[in-house]
């Protein structure tokens, strides 16, 4: 649904089809808010896989620009064992670099030993980790623990592999381990400049939700150090770092993000992300009237005024329709995409069945005159708002 995304003037969603998947999809708590996507995982290729064969690496070959790879299989782990009675190797028409003795395995879909689609090196380590790892018939917190063991274990494939398990959980899931994560491992995880900028927002939120007040100022001090150009694993920082902290993290944000006027857009989305998560998943510990208070705060920059009208179309705030009003014709808000953001809030309002504030009956007119003017002078957004609110 996000192959219509562009990204403009640095961080700023123009597209309608974001447009439309922000508002009907933001509560969707399925994966880590924090974390990138994520291919498959192990456990995922073995469960979808009809046939997974352990071989040695025999040989490879290049003749007339094209390679050959043989293999060796030592033990079909899923599928249909007498394949393998009469078949002494298996040969793929690609490049695998290997020596005698590597081990590798291949995942098909088919019944047969013809048609790979994955080929993986593998280790003893590796090889014994996707063996034992739960299925995903098994309860999520369950597999959860079993792959908290292995993250940045130093087997590249199974700390990778790992990560991906928990990225694609929900808040829910990786909440609930929340009494056994490693939280002096994760500190040195979190301080490690060999660390993967992308793991860093869900490390940050693990500890989140298992430190205390010296891990929300371990927090706190590490946000400083982000100064590289897209501040990776910032939004993850944030969100830890007030679940730790409360409204007076909140506090701290507003005044070093939020209304700091050098802001990057990479920094105001990244609390754009962190206030989402915290709207939806930590009302327990930040007031969410606060956290719509802090999400008001970015509305005048032309960045992020978009998304910021759709977080809180979708939060139901309906103190800034004066405001929008105002900004409709101002320049950085005078284009399309913010102005079908506005026109969808708008509408919004003046609709009782939505929207349960009482308005007195003189500012609806007032806002119906807006609308009206609207609809004739920019048609194409208003239709496009329009149509998505007819959808929904």
């Given amino acids: 649904m996000l192959s219509g995304l562009k990204i403009l003037n640095g961080f700023k969603f123009t597209s309608l089809v974001f447009f439309l998947w922000a508002i009907a999809s933001l509560n969707d708590s399925s994966g880590c808010p924090f974390c990138p996507p994520v291919s498959s995982t192990l456990a995922e290729q073995f469960a979808e896989s009809s046939i997974v064969v352990l071989a040695e690496w025999n040989s490879t070959r290049k003749e007339d620009k094209k390679s050959q790879t043989t293999f060796a299989p030592l033990k079909i782990e899923k599928g249909n064992k007498k394949l393998l009675e009469s078949k002494q190797f298996i040969s793929v028409d690609e490049e695998y670099q290997g020596q005698k003795g590597d081990l590798f395995l291949l995942f098909s879909e088919e019944d047969d030993l013809q048609d790979w689609q994955e080929i993986i090196p593998v280790s003893e380590a590796s090889y014994q980790y996707i063996l034992q790892a739960p299925g995903l018939e098994t309860e999520t917190k369950k597999r959860l623990s079993y792959f908290l063991r292995f993250l940045e274990y130093p087997d590249p494939l199974i700390a990778d592999d790992a990560f991906s398990e928990f990225a694609q959980a929900s808040f829910e899931d990786v909440f609930s381990l929340n009494k056994i994560y490693p939280v002096s491992k994760i500190r040195k995880w979190i301080q490690n400049p060999e660390m993967p900028a992308t793991r860093i927002g869900l490390y940050s939120l693990m500890l989140g939700l298992s430190g205390n007040k010296k891990d929300a100022e371990f927090l706190k001090k590490r946000m400083k150090t982000l100064d590289d150009e897209f501040h990776l694993g910032l939004d993850g920082m944030m969100a830890g770092y007030i679940l730790l902290s409360g409204n007076q993290g909140l506090k701290y944000l507003n005044q070093n993000y939020l209304t700091r006027k050098d802001a990057s857009s990479s920094e105001s989305f990244a609390a754009m992300k962190a206030l989402r998560f915290l709207h939806q998943h930590a009302r327990d510990k930040v007031d969410p009237k606060l956290v719509e208070a802090s999400m008001r705060l970015m509305l005048k920059r032309p960045s992020m005024t978009e998304l910021v009208i759709i977080d809180l179309t979708r939060w139901k705030d309906w103190s800034i329709a004066e405001e929008l009003m105002k900004l409709y014709q101002q320049p950085g808000h005078d284009n399309r995409p913010t102005r079908r953001a506005i026109i969808s809030y708008l509408l919004l309002f003046t609709n009782e069945k939505i929207n ?30 329009e149509r998505f609110l007819n959808r929904n």
């Fill in 356 to 385: 349960s504030t009482k308005i007195p009956e003189p500012f609806r007119k007032k806002v119906i005159t807006f609308l009206s003017n609207a609809k004739t002078d920019h048609p194409r957004a208003y239709r496009e708002a």
